[in-house]
């Protein structure tokens, strides 16, 4: 079946650190890969997303590129801030059939001043 | 309040008891989710929904009915909660089914079963 695995958090990181969060997907045919975001006490939200391989996501400094040679969709970001502390999702939907979300388990992200 | 909002926020209940979260979206989107967030197990997709009346099950379904008579609203019961259910739940709606369609949450309910 489809499936995304992320590395297990959490990732503790002093301000303006350089943020790596690797995942990586199993599926078959060609997905469309997404990273959410979920600060404390709240719901997901969208971060970024790519439809076909070798595009680029990006928004708020982040950014991931879809690999589909190592299937993957790392997270990077270069300066990170005490308010990028969160958790982090990586998803994918299956163009096909009724699409639905595919999530990883979470990477939490702890950033100090 | 346009968007996704889940009511209660939070609730405590006690085992065979039964407990309805609601759902309520204000963009009429089609599709509607339900996902429970478990330590260890990221988000998992409980029920879904297509549009009004057309329903199915998720990843882990056992335990939970759900109903959608108006497209506005998704509610989410427990017939007879167990401590096994202790967990934050989340709604969710997407106005359709291509890739460039975004999926929105709401702000979850924190839901205890003594």
């Known amino acids: 079946g489809n499936s995304v695995t992320q590395m297990e958090g959490p990732v503790t990181l002093s301000e303006e650190a350089f943020l790596t969060i690797n995942c990586t997907y199993t599926a078959t045919g060609y997905p469309s890969l997404f990273w959410y975001v979920q600060y404390p006490g709240e719901g997901l939200q969208l971060l970024l997303k790519?439809?076909?391989?070798?595009d680029k996501g990006s928004n708020k400094g982040f950014e991931a590129t879809y690999r589909k040679e190592t299937t993957s969709f790392h997270l990077e970001k270069g300066s990170v801030q005490v308010s990028d502390s969160a958790v982090y999702f990586c998803?994918?939907?299956?163009?096909?059939?009724?699409?639905?979300?595919?999530f990883g388990t979470g990477t939490r992200l702890l950033v100090s001043p | 309040d346009a968007g996704i909002t889940q009511s209660p926020r939070y609730k405590i209940t006690e085992t065979g008891r039964q407990v309805t979260l609601m759902c309520h979206q204000t963009w009429s989107h089609s599709y509607m989710f339900w996902y429970r967030q478990d330590l260890g197990h990221g988000l998992r997709l409980i029920y879904y929904?297509?549009?009004?009346?057309?329903?199915d099950k998720g990843e882990v379904p056992d335990g939970y009915v759900v109903s959608r008579s108006k497209t506005e609203n998704f509610p989410l019961t427990l017939e007879s909660a167990t401590r096994s259910q202790t967990s934050v739940y989340f709604c969710?709606?997407?106005?359709?089914?291509?890739?460039?369609?975004?999926?929105?949450f709401g702000p979850g309910t924190r839901l205890t079963v003594l």
């Open positions: 969710a709606s997407r106005t359709g089914q291509g890739s460039t369609d975004t999926q929105y």
């Open positions: 929904s297509a549009a009004a009346d057309i329903t």
């Open positions: 998803a994918l939907l299956m163009n096909t059939g009724f699409q639905k979300l595919v």
């Open positions: 790519a439809t076909k391989a070798d």
